[in-house]
């Protein structure tokens, strides 16, 4: 009956959190729950049939399942609606199967084909390499892995999920007053406040991402105690973190261990619908800390287990566990010396540990150019001396981290050694252990989120206030216009549509078609007003050399913003929000 309620309680648990998970509206982080719920599953399947009790595995299986449809179910009204548009979005793929690149090719064949009128695909486009319906049809099947592994986590850069700086951090981090940065600057002529502005936001970052906002940093006294959980801890468990954990971590590789993204982005159902493969290390921040605490719990709760404390006990307390044990008498020694071999195991799981976690740190702040050059793609925008002091400091922000990491793993190991030998007692051991990973966490978190971060409101508001160019076209009260603003990141930039319907804007799940007509379309007339400006010096000449560009003038462009405080260029060949159609042309398949 107890094992039934258990079952029952831990079914309805399981419901409110799954549902709750849902709820929060992030499929991707869902999708690596299901990865880490189905290997645990698979290890209690293996569990059970060892251990031959198989029926009450199906048993509490079924009532989770039961449950997890619950919990799913409930959210329904937002998973279907997500379902049935993403078909139609970015992470459905594209129904072509060919590239803008092949634009001119594409032309010269539907020329050949509107001339020659038949319903087969014609040799010649066959010669040209032009794809079949089939094969476009066949594309429609998630997002390009090209642009999904763009963010991929490179495989040396995994070390920062114990040594925070690494790889420098954040793409845009800061520097002290200590750094050769900021001396080098003083040195050239740098007033020492302007100098201090500067090296509040530098490419610190040079790791092989596009950029990041910091490491996926876990705790270094964390993976120093999951790292001694594989060594102490017995049976699936291992197998269970060890196998989801590795299949994570060669995942977040993406680009630079392509045969695994491609296996699981060809294969895996759903996969391919997600981007940023560098995400799935979440993974990891549920799998470390478990096998850290168990880790814990087995070395100060579970003593006689790992017979660690032989050495302190008492003779009572010793022939009491025999006694429980039904171990006789006379085989006292033998027990001993079983305490004495078994606890001789225990020291070199941790001195393993150490060796492993402690090492690594020791050795990279000893020799931090085993790391790489320190220099990244976006030291080429500086020069030469400048490029070589953020060099120097990157280094030394590497040997500062890996420094720190060696004291906490240190100080955390000798929290361990100290309590199984019996020089203070648990509670003590476990205190200082939860105020190191507290500390450790903390002060790396206050790097990326502090006081500084934080606006007041006026300072929010100030900066969606309209620039001087959204003003003069805001005079404009027709509704149906669009804006395209050149003055930004065309398609990473969300300011512009604040103030205007606009031909840009950002969204990582836009429909498909769409961004094929930005790929095919968009871009390539983006590039042709931004040649055509080239030689103008005024507004006037810009407007004059400003042409004809039929997409951004289908889609009803009438407004083009070069500056934020300069006129609005016109774009005279504007359609209109509705024409009437003179002609039809039949294409015969989306190629």
Request: charged fraction near 15%; charge should be neutral; include cysteine.
């Amino acid at each position: 009956r107890k094992a039934i309620m258990y079952s029952t309680l831990g079914a309805v648990l399981f419901a409110f959190a799954l549902s709750f998970q849902i709820k929060a509206n992030h499929p991707q982080i869902s999708y690596y729950l299901a990865m880490i719920i189905l290997g645990f599953a698979i290890w209690q399947l293996c569990s059970a049939i060892q251990h031959k009790v198989l029926p009450k595995f199906i048993k509490t299986s079924v009532m989770l399942l039961v449950a997890g449809t619950i919990g799913i179910a409930c959210n329904v009204n937002q998973l279907w609606p997500t379902y049935e548009y993403s078909a139609h979005s970015m992470r459905g793929g594209s129904e072509l199967a060919i590239s803008p690149q092949d634009k001119d090719a594409v032309i010269a064949n539907a020329n050949y084909a509107a001339s020659n009128s038949s319903e087969s695909i014609t040799e010649p486009e066959k010669e040209a390499g032009k794809p079949t319906v089939e094969a476009s049809v066949q594309n429609r099947q998630g997002l390009d892995l090209e642009y999904a592994t763009q963010w991929s986590y490179g495989i040396g850069e995994t070390l920062d999920l114990m040594i925070p700086n690494l790889y420098g951090g954040a793409s845009a981090g800061a520097l002290d007053k200590d750094s050769e940065t900021y001396k080098l600057l003083v040195n050239s002529g740098y007033p020492p406040m302007q100098a201090e502005q500067i090296i509040q936001a530098l490419p610190l970052y040079w790791g092989p991402q596009p950029f990041t906002a910091g490491p996926m940093y876990m705790g270094a006294l964390t993976i120093f105690l999951c790292v001694l959980g594989f060594f102490v801890l017995k049976g699936g468990i291992r197998w269970w973190t060890g196998v989801v954990g590795l299949i994570a971590v060669f995942l977040g590789w993406g680009y630079h261990f392509m045969s695994a993204s491609e296996l699981f982005f060809n294969y895996m159902p759903m996969y391919n619908k997600f981007r940023t493969v560098s995400m799935i290390l979440v993974i990891l921040q549920i799998l470390i800390p478990v096998m850290a605490v168990l880790a814990l719990d087995k070395v100060l709760y579970q003593r006689n287990v790992l017979n660690i404390s032989g050495s302190h006990l008492s003779g009572e307390k010793t022939m009491a566990t025999n006694k429980k044990n039904k171990v006789a008498a006379n085989s006292s020694q033998a027990v001993a010396e079983t305490r004495e071999g078994t606890g001789n195991e225990f020291n070199k799981a941790l001195l393993w540990s150490l060796g492993i976690t402690g090492g690594i740190s020791l050795i990279l702040w000893l020799i931090p150019s085993l790391a790489g050059s320190f220099s990244s793609e976006a030291d080429a925008n500086y020069p030469n001396e400048l490029a070589a002091s953020l060099a120097a400091d990157r280094q030394s922000l590497l040997r500062a981290d890996a420094l720190r990491s060696l004291v906490f793993i240190l100080l955390g190991a000798g929290a361990i050694w100290g309590y199984t030998k019996g020089w203070f007692k648990r509670s003590y051991a476990l205190a200082a252990l939860i105020a190191l990973v507290l500390i450790d966490l903390w002060t790396i978190d206050r790097r990326y989120l502090n006081n500084d971060h934080f606006v007041t409101q006026q300072e929010f508001t100030n900066v969606l206030e309209p620039r001087t160019v959204d003003q003069l076209i805001l005079q404009d009260t027709d509704p149906d216009y669009r804006v395209l603003d050149l003055s930004v990141n065309t398609f990473n930039n969300a300011y512009t549509s604040y103030h205007h319907k606009t031909i840009g804007g950002y969204s990582p799940a836009k429909m498909q078609r769409y961004q094929d007509i930005i790929d095919w379309y968009i871009l390539p007339e983006i590039n042709a007003v931004s040649n055509e400006l080239k030689g103008a010096n005024t507004i006037a000449q810009a407007q004059e050399q400003l042409g004809w560009h039929p997409v951004l003038s289908m889609l009803n462009t009438r407004y083009l913003i070069v500056g934020a405080d300069t006129p609005p260029l016109v774009n005279q060949y504007a359609l209109g929000n509705a024409w009437f159609v003179s002609e039809l042309i039949p294409a015969r398949n989306a190629n």
